[in-house]
């Protein structure tokens, strides 16, 4: 017969002498076992060792005998003594309770290296704990995790000795001020053991004040009384009484009082055959609805046949006419371990329960089940510190959930034997915090601008519930939230893609707003391109399409060398302006822009790109920065190449904007930083791709047997005086030379030896410049760094002649 789980801790004296033998104290000891008397048992085989501390058996049985009878400390000492002298592998299962009492204790590391131990040592000798051994040392990774993220809001007390005791005191329930609770410290008078046994009765009492003894009222005169549950209309209070089977086992039953109108209790009435039976126990009453919501029943906990696994929780259906239906299993929150305790919240709904079956953190952890859309159950865990790696049990709160009140073994109670740290449950009260938070969901479109006339709805995806905000003024969406919860978020907008978003509020502690930004995208539309030769207007077969964001200069897509035909498909956002790159070898490439705001459908775009020769790259522009290359020099040649100076050159870009921006704010100063912007990525870093392209493209000419010839034009800012100009012109149009001789490591200048390639120079100095430009020395300013003189300091390659042609 199983023991009802309220976890009844016994301090019994046997008339044993140190006197008796080594074989007497062991047979008193296996005899406790067997009547379930764990501490006696303990103490039997403690006094055992004292005749041979050798026997690794004793210390194993003493081991079992302290884990069951919570003395997890104790029970570590000799669970570790057997493991580290198990040579022969005798007791394979010290191990695993050896991890299980370091799990208790909130040993996660030690606990987990332990279980990992024991499954790759012992895996498939045991199927239910080698499969709890790789639960719980999952379990120790996770709690390992969660003690790190603790539950600020919730403040724990211990009640002091006006409430607790030495033995155990569980089940308080606050009512009027009142906190009504059960204690195990009273003798059971004129009971059939001796010495007399303890037996728990229910008190009445201030939260930390003495209380009464309810005798009158509800207890038994001398057989366990426990567990008071009013009705929500606290017309009627249940209870249980409880027999001893064994010397430590003990079966309940479930009992009413109807509390009259002047507060007196009536009649006591034991629940029919149905629910109670002598088989099995019947315990842990808790008044509440059905998962349905719609029928009054009472929960409670039996081993009765036909559950999930140990002690599961049942429900009973109160009729209106006073009979009570057959007992309905809470299946979707039971497990195959015990679960015990059941509270049930009338203003949310929400029950709460203690398990051993979940995953934890070491005992038996608070949990609270849910109802989902279809009236099932969904359970979680609840926070640290209200879990413990001790047992914690019999959780209830008050109807705002801003104060509990639970029962626990967890260091800081009160022993009965402080040297084995053993025994008893006390009851602690835990002061939480109101947690508030609201969700506020703010739309944007695909380039995060506010969009608004969105419609968000939020679903919390235990329940169902579904809200709906479709503000048209401001892109903002606010919801107030539950912790502990699972939502989801959908937005939708007409002409757009809907956006959903998940999320969830277990973990959050403390009030706050939480943000969500939600993306909606435009429906797509289909844009086929087509490319065709602009000379012949004939289709062009194997040319790129690249597809850019005109407003952002990001390539979305790119469709290569398409080699049968000239049809390049794409699908597009509705609201986006587009920018179409068309390119093949050998030909230039066509750029066309367009805008599908309001297109649906198919739309088509043509390109039509020219066979290249050289001439088509003209004019290919080149920039230098001011005074380059050598600078303050009068020579009209230079070493450098225009490489050496571009890549120096090109990293200026940003002192260019601070210098050029130093004086202006707001609107001119963003102006002026996309002005040079443009000119560096566009002009300077274009020249310079448009000068490799040159490269490659005059080569294959020179490779045919063309003669080429290039004139090139150098320019300066007006900055320094005409002759300066002219040999800093010159000094630039050689490093134009020296980059041909760099080219593709030199594969060009057999060319210019034997007059294939044909240089031809016209330097300008500061003549050519146009007017405007500022040539003042000392305004650096704008004859440096504007943009304006920026654009002087250049070489062109104006012109191509093929020479062999002529």
């Known amino acids: 017969m199983k023991k009802t789980l309220i976890f009844l801790s016994f301090l019994l004296s046997w008339n044993f002498t140190s006197a008796q033998s080594m074989k007497a104290f062991i047979a008193a000891a296996e005899n406790a076992m067997i009547s379930e008397d764990y501490y006696s048992a303990l103490v039997y085989y403690n006094n055992a060792l004292e005749f041979d ?54 040993k996660y ?26 639960k719980e040392s999952k379990a120790c990774g996770w709690a390992i995790d969660l003690l790190e993220n603790p539950d600020e809001s919730i403040e724990i007390t211990h009640l002091d000795e006006n409430i607790n005791t030495p033995y155990s005191e569980f089940g308080a329930r606050k009512k009027d001020d009142y906190l009504y609770f059960s204690s195990l410290k009273f003798d059971q008078p004129d009971g059939p053991y001796n010495p007399d046994r303890y037996v728990s009765k229910v008190i009445k009492a201030k939260e930390f004040e003495l209380g009464e003894v309810l005798d009158e009222d509800i207890n038994h005169p001398t057989l366990h009384t426990a567990h008071n549950a009013f009705t929500a209309d606290d017309s009627r209070v249940y209870y249980t009484i409880c027999h001893f089977i064994t010397a430590n086992d003990i079966r309940c039953d479930l009992y009413y009082k109807n509390i009259m109108d002047d ?93 051993e079956g979940y995953r934890g953190l070491g005992g038996f952890d608070i949990y609270v089940a849910e109802k989902d859309a279809d009236n099932e159950y969904t359970v979680d865990m609840m926070s640290v510190p209200l879990n413990s790696s001790f047992h914690d049990i019999y959780y209830t709160v008050n109807d705002d959930r801003t104060e509990a009140f639970f029962s626990s073994n967890r260091s800081g109670s009160f022993y009965i034997e402080s040297s084995k740290e053993a025994c008893c449950f006390d009851i602690y009260k835990a002061d939480m915090e109101e947690i508030i938070l609201t969700l506020n969901a703010l739309t944007f479109n695909s380039q995060s601008e506010e969009l608004l006339g969105v419609t968000v709805r939020l679903i919390d995806l235990k ?40 999320f969830n509020t277990r973990g959050i502690y403390k009030s706050q707003e939480i943000l969500k930004n939600i993306y909606l995208e435009t429906e797509f539309v289909e844009l086929e391109v087509l490319t065709f030769d602009k000379g012949t207007k004939a289709d062009l077969i194997g040319a790129t399409v690249q597809l850019v964001n005109a407003e952002t200069n990001e390539v979305v897509d790119e469709l290569k060398n398409n080699r049968l035909s000239n049809r390049f498909a794409f699908f597009v956002e509705a609201d986006k302006k587009y920018k179409i790159i068309g390119t093949k070898e050998d030909y230039s490439q066509d750029v066309a822009f367009i805008d599908t705001n309001g297109k649906s459908g198919k739309i088509f775009q043509e390109l039509f790109l020219l066979k290249q020769d050289l001439k088509t790259y003209l004019p290919v522009v080149l920039y230098y920065d001011n005074d380059i290359p050598d600078r303050r020099s009068r020579s009209k040649t230079t070493k450098k190449s225009y490489s050496d100076t571009y890549f120096p050159y090109i990293a200026q870009k940003e002192n260019f904007k601070t210098k050029f921006g130093m004086p202006l704010s707001g609107e001119a100063r963003v102006i002026s930083d996309q002005n040079l912007e443009y000119f560096f990525e566009d002009d300077v870093k274009g020249g310079f791709n448009k000068l490799n392209s040159f490269f490659v493209h005059l080569e294959k000419e020179l490779m045919k047997g063309e003669t080429v010839e290039i004139a090139i034009k150098g320019f300066a800012s007006p900055r320094a005086s005409n002759s300066y100009n002219q040999a800093l012109s010159q000094r630039r149009i050689r490093a134009v030379v020296n980059e041909i001789h760099k080219f593709n490591n030199g594969n060009l200048v057999k060319f210019l030896f034997n007059e ?42 104006v012109n191509v002649q093929y020479l062999s042609n002529n």
């Open 463 to 502: 329940t169902g519930e579904e809200r709906m905000l479709t503000p048209q003024d401001i892109n903002s969406h606010e919801f107030d939230l539950l912790t502990g919860r699972d939502y989801e978020i959908i937005a939708e907008k007409a002409n757009y893609t809907s956006d959903t978003i998940q």
């Open 53 to 106: 501390e050798s026997r690794l058996d004793l210390k194993y049985n003493t081991a079992e005998a302290a884990r069951l009878f919570n003395a997890y400390a104790l029970a570590e000492e000799k669970y570790q003594t057997v493991v580290s002298n198990d040579g022969n592998m005798e007791y394979p299962m010290a191990t695993y309770w050896l991890a299980d009492v370091k799990q208790k204790q909130g």
């Open 756 to 797: 294939g390639l044909l240089i031809k120079d016209v330097s300008y100095g500061e003549e050519e410049a146009p007017s405007g430009i500022s040539d003042d020395y000392n305004d650096r300013r704008n004859s440096i760094y504007s943009v304006e003189a920026s654009r002087e300091r250049r070489v062109e390659i």
């Open 263 to 355: 507060g007196s209790f009536g009649a006591e009435v034991k629940l029919p055959e149905n629910i109670n039976s002598t088989a099995f126990t019947c315990t842990q009453p808790a008044t509440g609805k059905s998962p349905s919501g719609e029928e009054e029943v009472l929960y409670f906990v039996s081993d009765r046949p036909g559950g999930e696994g140990k002690n599961d929780v049942w429900y009973t259906k109160v009729m209106d006419n006073g009979d009570f239906s057959d007992p309905i299993n809470l299946e979707s929150i039971n497990t195959a371990e015990d679960d015990i305790t059941p509270f049930y919240h009338h203003e949310t709904g929400l029950l709460y329960f203690s398990s």
């Open 109 to 134: 590391v030690e606990a987990k290296e332990l279980y990992d131990f024991y499954i790759s040592e012992n895996q498939g000798d045991d199927e239910y704990y080698s499969a709890k051994a790789e």
